[in-house]
């Protein structure tokens, strides 16, 4: 019984400044970030901040406001793949209707409407490919080649 006693003591000791902590990155208190999708049919679409920063390992809710016209989409390849998405969550009003949980590659916002998308950077880096693919129906240009691109930075 006293060897047992001694190694337990022992071991605390020798292993003490080794102790791993973990900590659940998604339930800290989210910092809020909106971005406007603007535009007008036929006329320059855009993001509205174009270049939005992060930090790794904070918890954020990036609201993605359609305040055109048309649809849009936010793309981002690098930037999908250098976080870890909570939830992606869709309210009418004050009123959340749905969360969409898993890997989320886009997102698509209809006119006059938002959505939420909550993630924790896990990946530095600068991304130009933010952008909208959705064709304008009057003069078949993506609204990435009216001017729908940004930059993301995670620092």
């Known amino acids: ?10 071991f605390n000791i020798l292993f003490k400044d080794t ?13 809020s970030k909106k971005v406007y999708l603007k535009g007008e049919n036929n006329s320059k679409y855009y993001f509205e901040p174009s270049t939005l920063e992060f930090n790794v390992g ?4 990036l609201e993605l406001i359609n305040q055109s016209d048309a649809k849009h989409y936010f793309t981002s390849t690098k930037f999908s793949h250098s976080i870890f998405t909570r ?3 869709l309210t009418l009003g004050e009123k959340k209707v749905a969360e969409i949980k898993g890997i989320i590659r886009e997102v698509e916002v209809f006119p006059s409407y938002k959505i939420e998308w ?4 896990i990946k530095t ?3 130009n490919d933010l952008e909208c693919n959705v064709k304008n129906n009057s003069n078949n240009l993506s609204h990435k080649d009216m001017g729908m691109v940004g930059k993301i930075i995670i620092k």
């Open 58 to 61: 904070k918890l954020y809710k």
């Open 125 to 127: 880096g600068e991304f």
């Open 19 to 31: 102790t791993v902590y973990s900590a659940d990155l998604t339930i800290q208190k989210p910092i």
């Open 118 to 121: 909550w993630f924790v950077p």
């Open 1 to 10: 019984m006293f060897k047992v006693f001694f190694f337990i003591i022992f």
């Open 87 to 89: 939830k992606v969550q």
